[in-house]
């Protein structure tokens, strides 16, 4: 099992920055990529970034792209989501999220973390 701790959340202002961090242990030998995705009130939980473990290429969703990085540090395992040119609809809880195998990011076997509130004021 893997266990996911998410840190860095916080309030911002648009057009402000902030960087969360998401701490994996556990079996982490075994994760495959990891992501992150987001929940906003009365909305359903949708896909940010996602980052391959081992030759750490990335993909960004389109709502974000040009705005947000997604990055890891394997020795630590760690990721991280540097998040720039806030926007107040980027106002979320999110999550950390890593797969194992051939297990994609978001799947109903994929590890969650509790979630981090980022509220973005305008």
């Known amino acids: 099992q893997v266990h996911l701790v998410e840190s860095g959340g916080g309030l911002a202002q648009a057009g402000g920055s902030l960087r969360l961090s998401c701490a994996a242990s556990?079996?982490?030998?075994?994760?495959?990529?990891m992501g992150w995705f987001r929940q906003a009130p009365g909305r359903e939980r949708e896909y940010v970034a996602r980052?391959?473990?081992?030759?750490?290429?990335?993909h960004h969703a389109d709502s974000v792209k040009g705005r947000f990085s997604i990055s890891r540090n394997n020795a630590k395992n760690m990721m991280y989501l540097q998040m720039n040119s806030l926007k107040p609809e980027d106002t979320a809880v999110y999550y950390c999220?890593?797969?194992?195998?051939?297990?994609?990011?978001?799947?109903?076997?994929?590890?969650w973390g509790q979630g981090t509130q980022v509220t973005v004021s305008s």
């Open positions: 999220n890593a797969a194992e195998g051939r297990d994609t990011v978001g799947g109903s076997r994929s590890y």
């Open positions: 980052i391959w473990w081992n030759d750490g290429s990335t």
């Open positions: 556990g079996r982490t030998f075994s994760m495959s990529e």
